[in-house]
């Protein structure tokens, strides 16, 4: 298997052949379905918009590892949660979503994982989620709103730490199903207010219209 940490807590492992991307857990428990294999949690770039950025060589920008403070928005059922768990070990993830349904999946998780704290807010409300959220080294957003880079850049504003960064992983359709996916990414970059933007890569093949922007505090 010969397992090669890429970054801290990000495995590539070859598999017959196959470069595939893990985490790694002492939780033996699946949580989407997913294969583990040694304790390796192999992640799956076509369910997780995060592996597909780190497998196509992005993300290298980003403040996570072992002891990072996450606020991470639009958790859903925790696909994608589990694995930055995964990474931050020694850290936290405040996990926001804002259905009910999706939410009590999240808490199953949650049971097993003790450095996850679920939140049920809107991500739109940030002042609602004050009492319970410290500043963070890592902002990341995965939200369905049209005025996603709005919500992106209040979170930031108000929880990111002056050395954290954002990944904002755009939906582009959720903004405008008329426009192509590079004009509205042009667009909505304008309106991350108070953040200098340090990449962005789109996430085909793995991902339909998604760009993945990574962004810090503006120093000016």
């Given amino acids: 298997?010969?397992?090669?940490?890429?970054?801290?807590?990000?495995?590539?492992?070859?598999?017959?052949?196959?470069?595939?991307l893990a985490t790694r857990s002492d939780d033996p428990v699946p949580v989407y379905g997913e294969r583990i294999l040694?304790?390796?949690r192999l992640w799956d770039p076509n369910r997780s918009k995060l592996a597909a950025l780190l497998?196509?060589?992005?993300?290298?920008d980003l403040c996570l590892s072992r002891d990072s403070i996450v606020l991470y928005l639009g958790a859903a059922t925790g696909t994608t949660v589990s694995h930055v768990a995964d990474i931050v070990s020694d850290g936290l993830v405040y996990?926001?979503?804002f259905s009910p349904r999706a939410m009590r999946d999240l808490v199953r998780l949650c049971e097993r994982r003790k450095n996850i704290v679920p939140i049920l807010a809107d991500a739109a409300r940030p002042e609602t989620y004050s009492a319970l959220v410290e500043?963070?080294?890592?902002?990341y957003q995965d939200v369905a709103q049209r005025n996603q880079a709005e919500i992106a850049a209040i979170n930031s504003k108000r929880y990111l730490l002056e050395n954290g960064s954002l990944l904002f992983m755009m939906k582009t359709r959720s903004v405008d199903v008329t426009a192509t996916p590079r004009a509205v990414y042009e667009s909505e970059t304008k309106n991350l207010t108070g953040l200098e933007i340090l990449g962005a890569m789109d996430l085909l093949p793995f991902h339909q219209d998604h760009w993945a922007i990574t962004a810090r505090k503006s120093l000016s």
Avoid at 135 to 139: D, G, K, P, Q
């Fill in 38 to 40: 040694e304790g390796y």
């Fill in 95 to 97: 996990a926001v979503e």
């Fill in 135 to 139: 500043r963070a080294n890592l902002v």
């Fill in 55 to 60: 497998l196509k060589g992005g993300g290298k």
């Fill in 1 to 20: 298997m010969s397992p090669q940490e890429i970054r801290p807590g990000v495995f590539l492992l070859d598999l017959e052949g196959q470069k595939r």
